[in-house]
């Protein structure tokens, strides 16, 4: 099969929906003998320190055996609306530029960074007469309703009818849960039968169950203590600011360590948060990338996934099947209709805590804290849950589904 995805994140990127991307674009080059294009933006967050700007409103390169077409937008700061708005529509004016340099695709997959590329990849998939997927990374105008450094009506307006046209027209619509699937078809009015779940993965070989005294651990000091983590974005939608307060709560328990890694919008301000109120059990440390994740997540005894309340289904946090296939068990601060409080439910590998409340999620760090041998059978659980959810499995969904498409059109 020939496919054409566009996502602004892509290898070298290093933000979680670039990452999934980029393994399985290249894992369907070398394990299925696709042929394979992004249209994908400047790297945003990478580790290889490209800072150049490029003139040319769309370069070419390939790794990997995949095409890469860069649409090179701006790249102004994200930590207000303006700057990610005027990032956003520079990118989606090269990529509409880029779309004609990808020639005949079978198949044209977008996601949704930024929530309008679907039509781009409508129109490409049209003009070449491809079938059009669209995978939903995230659903709009609700991600930008519920965070809080932006509310506009007639751009959520827009937003929403976009989304509704894009699920009208898809041969197929991949959800990443079973919530979000339900709020494509009962909220956004998809056709179910066009309606696909397939979860976001973790490489369990990459991501191993490792020794809590791994090198990260050695070199900050915590291989003595009991370790809550936080790792990936500190963004708008996480609502951290519960896990600071209930490290207020904890400031008894002498061997906890709250450790924040990554970065993000919202990591200055809990900075400022936890040194305004003198906490010294709450750490922060820089983001890691892929190749070290295992000797951080081996440092973590516990993780938290939190989610804001009314974003479950709306936004699946991906970073669960990493802690999964790392063996530690975690804490979902979410909904109990969100994916993360699902799994630990349903598997035993983690608790629940009410999202926006510190005093939940302090007690649920309790019961880990004080009964290690539960919180270590737990994590124990959860990398066998993580199998299910294993890359190659993921990878193979995919192409089966992107053959049935090509092979009949819809999935209708």
Known sequence: MKLC??????????????????????????RYGSEVTVVAGRALHTARGDTTWRIRPVTRERHQGVDIHRANGTRLPTRRFAGRAANYLSYFSAAVLASFGVGRPDIVVS????????LA???????????????????????????????NGAVNAALDRINRYLLRHADAVIALGDRMRRRLVEEKGANPAR???????????????????????????????FVVMHSGNVGLSQNLEVLIEAADRLRSKERLTIAIVGDGSKRPMLQRMAADRGLQNVRFFPYQPKALLHDSFSAADVF?????????GFIVPSKVYGILAAGRPYIAATDQSAEPAIIARQSGCGLVAAPGDPAALAGAIVAMYDN????REMGARGRQVALQFDRKVAVRAYHDLFARVAAGGSTA
């Open 195 to 225: 309606v696909h779940v397939i979860h976001n993965w973790a490489d369990c070989e990459a991501i191993v169950s490792g020794p809590k005294d791994s090198p990260f651990a050695r070199e900050h000091g915590l291989a003595d203590r």
């Open 5 to 30: 995805f566009f996502n602004r994140s892509y290898w070298p990127d290093q933000a979680a929906t670039g990452q999934l991307l980029t393994e399985l674009a290249e894992d369907l080059v070398s």
């Open 372 to 375: 290690p041998a539960a919180t």
């Open 304 to 312: 938290v996934v939190s989610l804001k309340s009314g974003l479950e």
């Open 111 to 118: 996601l949704t960074d930024p929530p309008i590329l679907g």
């Open 121 to 151: 990849a409508l129109w490409t998939a049209r003009r070449a007469g491809a079938r059009f997927v669209f995978l939903c990374e995230d659903i709009f105008p609700e991600v930008a309703v519920l965070v809080e450094d932006f509310q």
